[in-house]
């Protein structure tokens, strides 16, 4: 019985720390999302404006040829996908 309300009253903390951490998360969020300094949030975490500090390949040289990225279809796609892939100019 004794290790029953042990196992049971881990579990209670257990559980109140995870909705604890998962509401200052939701805040977290939100916050960011109000951060005028940012579009959507989506740059937090970044601390300077160069290139080396953020994850992208930078240099002409690592670009698609022409602007243009190939794309591989299958003919078991979704028939709207395939014909949104030709309207876009992706297959010819």
Known sequence: MKTCLFLAGLL????AEIIQLIAQH???ARLAMLTPDLY???M???DGPFDSERYAIVGNHYRWPNARVPR???SHSHPIL???THTWGGLK
């Open 82 to 84: 395939q014909k949104r």
């Open 44 to 46: 937090a975490g970044i």
């Open 72 to 74: 591989v279809t299958s």
């Open 12 to 15: 209670a903390v257990s559980l």
């Open 26 to 28: 939701q805040i977290e």
């Open 40 to 42: 959507d949030g989506d």
